[in-house]
């Protein structure tokens, strides 16, 4: 994309796809898996959509996050993709069987960061470096819960608390 700006006739390239970089980085970081082109599941799998569901359920019942269950199925039972057999992906199929996890699970690995180096900083005092990543990683946790509560995936009164997270990720 080309345009003229009014001061000068040299014309300006505009970039038509800017990466965002990373929060606290300076990586831009645009590695990335592909998904396959077709939708389709491959016609050699012959696990029904209701079997799969059945496998989702059961290993949410085993206290599995959606992203564990998404790797043993593509490890041990060849299922590369859950939307393509079932056409919902794991975490809807968890919320519509009431068995979705309460905080959202980048989310909870964050807090669960954030507890771990809080952990480290009670025994080692003087690591200012602690210090700084845990600054930065509890900025992340406000912000993420500042988009979930806009999205309506959390409550609108749930609060972080450094003091109160150790419950939540126990």
């Known amino acids: ?19 965002m970089g990373r929060m606290h980085t300076p990586g831009k970081g645009i590695a ?16 029904s959509a ?9 290993f949410a019942k085993k206290g599995l996050s959606p992203s564990q269950i ?32 309460a905080l959202p699970e980048d989310l909870y690995h964050l807090i669960k960061k954030a507890v771990a180096v809080r952990k480290h900083l009670d025994k080692n005092r003087k690591d200012k470096d602690a210090k700084f990543r845990l600054i930065l990683i509890e900025s992340r946790v406000h912000r993420l819960a500042r988009y979930y509560k806009r999205t309506r995936q959390l409550p609108p009164n749930w609060k972080y608390e450094s003091s109160t997270a150790s419950t939540l990720v126990a």
């Open 70 to 101: 998404g790797v043993i199925l593509r490890d041990s039972h060849a299922i590369a993709q859950v939307k393509s057999v079932t056409g919902n992906k794991i975490l809807r199929l968890l919320k519509k069987a009431g068995l979705a996890p």
């Open 1 to 19: 994309l080309t345009t003229t700006s009014f001061a000068s006739s040299v014309p300006v390239l505009l970039s038509p796809s800017v990466n």
């Open 50 to 58: 209701k079997e799969v569901e059945a496998q989702v359920a059961k």
């Open 32 to 47: 990335a898996s592909a998904l396959p082109y077709k939708r389709s599941p491959p016609a050699w799998l012959k696990v």
